[in-house]
């Protein structure tokens, strides 16, 4: 790298800040434009897993919830408003946070600077990661952030301004005011292609400016799926993300205009339920998830599961279960039981209508014994055998012919799926988000069959016609279906956080969220 003082007047401060442990976590250029972008370009020089990684985030045209939205996407979490992702850092063991430096530009530029400035000191305060700031002296954004401990560096020389707590003066000039947005969004935001085609940023803060008129609906099925929106590549994913969330009170038009323009994703919806929906009515929040010879078993955040038809969701009913508290599992057995697990990591066992065979019976009163003493954190069932996850990243296969045990995660197992094929195997996923596969009897894979930064927050399996296929979901909101005769993988991100996914018999991919359930199918 050519000499930082030499090409950029003041890169020398800001770099003795990026390497000085005892800094404080928020610093604020002020001068010439350009060095944000120098630093992001050159990138951090230190090696290894734990490197840390220099995020850039422009905030020209951003709203805070744009905001929000690109810098929850640095960390790897989900957050539907700038409060969740403020509460998701102070509430989480986000490991990425930690070494994040977040670089954001033009603040003066925002379409919402104080908003945003708002956002940004409440995350400088949690001391989770480093922010580096492009401000300008005298505007009321600037005084928001320098209320705390934070660095001042002028970009237009070659030394750190001051430390400590800066007072901020607001000046008549050189930035926006309380509350003054930018200019008048010129995107149709009632028409799809409009949308879909648009700079995200452009139409989530055109969004945000106007919460009196829906769209016909566009707007609200944004603001669900806006996080995935704003980080999709194509406009026919935007399209599809978009039509998985679109609410039925919408504009009838809509729906077959998303269709069409959907038409270059890897995917096709099947079905969607959103909050509010009344025909069919939307099921709730979703905890869990399972779908066995078609039907769905929709288990909601009270403990109640409902039974769903897989091809469309219209309500068939609900279980008849003692579960009190939230069931964090549903296993389905194939002589019909129905094996819960509750939030305490409990085994309930709700029977099917013919009796069962002695031997299960006996099977499952095991295990039941077993989870009264050393709580479960996951639960699978195939025939013959109750598979079981561990907080201390062992998985327990629990069979007819004894127990089969495997180390297979650091840290938490957070779910498990199990496979009735030629060879049934079993699928684990972890805090350490990891998916492993592993036979009982035999040695674990010794490989991952994938591995994300973020931890696993529910896995399915299920045989197809294609053969065995894994869906798998993490904690920054990605899902991918893996065909495994196929050796392939394709992601779909819905926009919230994932729950719970559930792949059917024939291969569709049910994904269960706060405020939304959702069927998707390969083309």
Known sequence: MPSVRAERPGAAALLGWLTDPDAPRLCLVTGGTGLLDWLARYGPRDAGRRRTVRALVPLAG????GTAWAVADHLGIVAPSPADVVRALATSENGRAARTVLLLPALHEAAEPEAVATLLAELARLGRVRLVVEARPGTPEYEVLA???VTVIDADGDESGDEGAVEGTVGAGGGGAAGVVGPVCPVDLSDPAAVCAADPVTVTTGYVRD?????????AAWMRAGQALCAAPRPADRALGLLALLGDGADPRLRPALTELAAGSRWTTRWSRVTGDVAPPWPGPVAALAAPDGILLVADLGGTVRLLAAADARPLGRLDHPVGGRVTALAPAPD??????????RLHTVPGREPRAPYLHRLTEAVTATLTRHPGTALAAIAGSVVVGDRLGSVHAFGLTGLHQAALHSGRVTAVAAVESETPFVCSG?????????????DPEPDALRRRPAPVVAL????????????AAWGDGTVELHRLERRDRVGFRPGPGVRAVAVTPDGGLVVGMDEALVCVALR
């Open 211 to 219: 919460p009196w008129d829906d769209h016909g609906g566009l707007r």
């Open 430 to 442: 972890g805090s350490d988000g990891a998916v492993r596969l592993w036979t009982p009897g035999r």
């Open 460 to 471: 399915s399996a299920a045989e197809t016609p294609h053969g065995p296929v894994i869906a």
């Open 147 to 149: 209320r705390g401990r």
């Open 62 to 65: 951003r709203s805070a919830l």
């Open 336 to 345: 019909g039981t129905v094996l819960l697990l509750d939030e305490r990591g």
